[in-house]
């Protein structure tokens, strides 16, 4: 089974905490659980999950967090940007 920390999120994307402090990560990884839930039907725990289940939640909390870190721009391909409002006007306070 495996827990989502604020660490692992980072680490996926490569900043530190004073980039993304933990109590953001944490908000974005609640909201990346959510998404989950949302998408399986089922009751998901981020702190007590599947394996799988971890690695979609840190995956997705990684590309919340970036597009935090850019005020919304999302890298989509290896040479081209396109802008996520959606999430920038959710993840960026």
Do not use: Q
């Not at 996926?12 to 905490?17: E, F, G, H, K, R």
């Not at 999430?87 to 306070?93: L, P």
Request: charged share 25%.
């Amino acid at each position: 089974m495996g827990s989502v920390s604020a660490d692992d999120v980072r680490d996926a994307i490569n900043v530190s905490s004073a980039e993304v402090p933990d109590a953001k990560v944490l908000k974005i990884v609640g909201r990346a659980e959510v998404t989950l839930e949302l998408e399986t039907d089922k009751e998901i725990d981020y702190s007590n999950g599947t394996d799988a289940e971890k690695e979609f939640i840190v995956v997705l909390a990684a590309m919340y967090a970036a597009c935090y870190l850019t005020r919304g721009v999302c890298w989509l391909s290896r040479n081209s940007f396109k802008s996520c409002d959606n999430f920038a006007s959710i993840f960026c306070d």
